[in-house]
């Protein structure tokens, strides 16, 4: 069965100071991955995908920036974090299906404060 | 553009009522995914449930059912007899297939479920 890990589980970190996020899928290849920030309050916001290694789709443009060095890799970074990076971030993955979609199945987050 | 309204903020009940959760989405493509996913105080996403809009079968699951209506653009969740671990966040999602791989969720703003003993 396929898992999905995200780490660290929660961070504290000063403005100013770089960031990285971790997720890695197991049991599936090639899958396609996620990155989405929920802010206080409520909403998902989509911030990049992937479709393959090497390959970034940014959906919003911001402080923040993503790779996929490997196939069930993703990483989330910043060089310099703002107050407003705060937020929960979850990494998501689905099976890749060409014109089509397939559920997307979430890791368990990492909840980022910036003081 | 696609968008994905859930105009319940909070709803609270007490256990054993009947509870459902109203989504409205809007789409100009004729074919579209609908999901929805639950959201403990842990903060993980659950999946739920998927459905195309070729498939208006409404769907039950336990104490969980799934009234899919095209004509009002509604894709409404039921929780029977609720129980006080049903209470969590729940979202309601709309993603339209791409012509390459790589499709993405929009989300409503989530409804706040709290189930009360």
């Known amino acids: 069965s396929q898992t999905i890990h995200q780490w660290p589980a929660t961070l504290v970190q000063p403005v100013g100071s770089p960031l990285s996020l971790e997720c890695t899928v197991e049991?599936?290849?090639?899958?396609?991955l996620y990155w989405y920030r929920q802010a206080a309050g409520r909403g998902l916001q989509l911030l990049f995908y992937?479709?393959?290694?090497?390959?970034i789709s940014s959906e919003v443009p911001q402080n923040l920036s993503a790779s996929r060095p490997q196939d069930r890799q993703f990483i989330l970074s910043s060089k310099k974090l703002l107050l407003s990076d705060s937020g929960f971030y979850l990494c998501?993955?689905?099976?890749?299906?060409?014109?089509?979609?397939?559920?997307?199945?979430f890791g368990p987050g990492t909840r980022l404060t910036v003081l | 553009a696609q968008k994905v309204t859930q105009a319940q903020t909070e709803i609270s009940v007490v256990e054993k009522e009947d509870v459902t959760l109203d989504c409205v989405y809007e789409?100009?493509?004729?074919?579209?995914?609908l999901f929805w996913y639950k959201q403990p105080p842990s903060g993980e996403l659950v999946f739920l449930i998927r459905?195309?809009?070729?498939?208006?079968q409404n769907e039950i699951s336990g104490r969980y059912s799934w009234n899919f209506q095209k004509s009002t653009s509604s894709f409404n969740f039921t929780i029977t007899a609720s129980q006080v671990v049903d209470s969590a966040v729940y979202f309601c999602?709309?993603?339209?297939?791409?012509?390459?791989?790589?499709?993405?969720?929009?989300f409503g703003e989530g409804t706040q479920l709290t189930v009360n003993p």
């Open positions: 999602a709309l993603s339209e297939p791409e012509e390459t791989s790589g499709s993405r969720l929009t």
């Open positions: 998501a993955w689905a099976t890749r299906v060409l014109r089509s979609t397939d559920t997307q199945y």
């Open positions: 459905r195309n809009s070729f498939d208006e």
């Open positions: 049991g599936t290849s090639n899958p396609n």
């Open positions: 789409t100009r493509d004729t074919t579209y995914y």
């Open positions: 992937s479709v393959g290694i090497g390959q």
